[in-house]
């Protein structure tokens, strides 16, 4: 049984590298899914992500986010995150941010990206 099982392993691999497309769109799927998770570390769109990748970095002092998270019974005025944002500014205590689009299928709903500030 365990020669049965060797042969047909052994096909399956061999099967897999003779074919040239697979391996390809293999390679291709692997690079896009690598892309897409190292993105938000290349450039991030909003001030979580800047927080997440600062607190890793080891050079620099972490920056937290203080400040209470709003509560969803009441809710601040203008952009809901603007008492924890450290980059928040006059337009974030007024006014809510729409969804912009940072990048192919990114989105971010901050002023500061739209106005290129993150």
């Given at each position: 049984?365990?020669?049965?099982?060797?042969?047909?392993?052994?096909?399956?691999?061999?099967?897999?590298?003779?074919?040239?497309?697979?391996?390809?769109?293999?390679?291709?799927?692997?690079?896009?899914?690598?892309?897409?998770?190292?993105?938000?570390?290349?450039?991030?769109?909003?001030?979580?992500?800047?927080?997440?990748?600062?607190?890793?970095?080891?050079?620099?002092?972490?920056?937290?986010?203080?400040?209470?998270?709003?509560t969803?019974?009441?809710?601040?005025?203008?952009?809901?995150?603007?008492?924890?944002?450290?980059?928040?500014?006059?337009?974030?205590?007024?006014?809510?941010?729409?969804?912009?689009?940072?990048?192919?299928?990114?989105?971010?709903?901050?002023?500061?990206v739209?106005?290129?500030?993150?």
């Open positions: 049984m365990g020669t049965l099982a060797r042969i047909r392993q052994s096909y399956i691999l061999y099967s897999f590298v003779r074919d040239w497309v697979a391996i390809t769109c293999f390679i291709i799927v692997c690079i896009l899914f690598l892309i897409s998770f190292l993105s938000p570390f290349i450039a991030p769109h909003n001030p979580y992500e800047s927080a997440t990748i600062n607190v890793m970095n080891a050079e620099t002092p972490p920056m937290w986010m203080e400040g209470e998270v709003p969803p019974i009441e809710l601040p005025s203008g952009c809901v995150f603007h008492k924890r944002c450290p980059f928040a500014f006059e337009r974030c205590f007024i006014e809510v941010p729409n969804l912009y689009e940072c990048g192919s299928e990114t989105f971010a709903a901050c002023h500061g739209e106005e290129g500030k993150i």
